[in-house]
């Protein structure tokens, strides 16, 4: 199993972009995904996750600002953020498991990473 994020890039506070998360070598379909980041000196964290059923949860810090959702034909999970913030810049991390919501150390598939940086 590999995933590939891409869509990454710098932004101006109050901007938006498109992450998007592309798998090979599973179905996705049985799959939980999830999205976490990481900024410089602090822990991985979770932002938003969709299971297999499509049931959504998302991080406190970003509800109304982000859109998680996936396209199981194209076996791509994708991150809408709109109105970021400077507190939103890291490094962020799409995941995949059998089991949903999990905790970071709970999901088995990472990418690489993508970073993100919004200016004030």
């Known amino acids: 199993v590999q995933l590939q994020e891409s869509g990454g890039g710098s932004v101006q506070s109050g901007g938006s972009l498109r992450l998007s998360c592309t798998g090979s070598g599973y179905d996705s379909r049985k799959y939980s995904m999830a999205w976490f980041r990481q900024a410089p000196g602090q822990e991985r964290e979770g932002v938003a996750a969709i299971d297999s059923d499509g049931d959504i949860k998302y991080a406190d810090s970003v509800k109304g600002r982000f859109t998680i959702s996936r396209d199981n034909a194209k076996n791509t999970l994708y991150l809408q953020r709109d109105s970021l913030k400077p507190e939103d810049t890291a490094v962020y991390y799409c995941?995949?498991?059998?089991?949903?919501?999990?905790?970071?150390?709970?999901?088995?598939?990472w990418g690489q990473g993508t970073q993100v940086t919004v200016s004030h």
């Open positions: 995941a995949a498991d059998v089991l949903p919501f999990g905790l970071a150390s709970e999901y088995y598939y």
